[in-house]
């Protein structure tokens, strides 16, 4: 079994920037993509960013616009989101995913492990 915790989620300007952290604990996930989803009020969850486990590769949604960037740190068991240029639209609760179960990086269902969520507010 996998516990994800998120952190970092505030109330942020737009045009701000946020760091959010995911640490995982109970078994390693190193050998694991992990990735980030968020969830709007109203709206379906949505891919944020994924990262593989061997070569580090990343993936983006498409209404990141080159603005976040993920990473991890596999000593440290740990998966961050650097969020630059933040916009309203980006207000959402932010979680993390580990446990990938298909090459679908890009799907919520892909994933056997979720954290519990951190809210991420942007104002104008």
């Known amino acids: 079994q996998v516990q994800l915790v998120e952190s970092g989620g505030r109330l942020v300007q737009a045009g701000g920037s946020l760091r959010l952290s995911c640490a995982a604990s109970?078994?390693?996930?190193?050998?694991?993509?992990m990735g980030w989803f968020r969830q709007s009020l109203g709206k379906e969850r949505e891919f944020v960013a994924a990262?593989?486990?061997?070569?580090?590769?990343?993936y983006y949604g498409d209404s990141i616009k080159g603005r976040f960037t993920i990473s991890r740190d596999n000593a440290k068991n740990t998966v961050y989101l650097q969020m630059n240029s933040l916009e309203p639209e980006d207000t959402a609760v932010y979680y993390c995913?580990?446990?990938?179960?298909?090459?679908?990086?890009?799907?919520?269902?892909?994933?056997?492990?979720w954290g519990q969520g951190t809210q991420v507010t942007v104002s104008s």
């Open positions: 990262i593989t486990s061997n070569t580090d590769t990343t």
């Open positions: 109970g078994r390693t996930v190193s050998s694991s993509a």
């Open positions: 995913v580990a446990g990938i179960t298909n090459n679908h990086l890009n799907r919520p269902g892909s994933y056997a492990y």
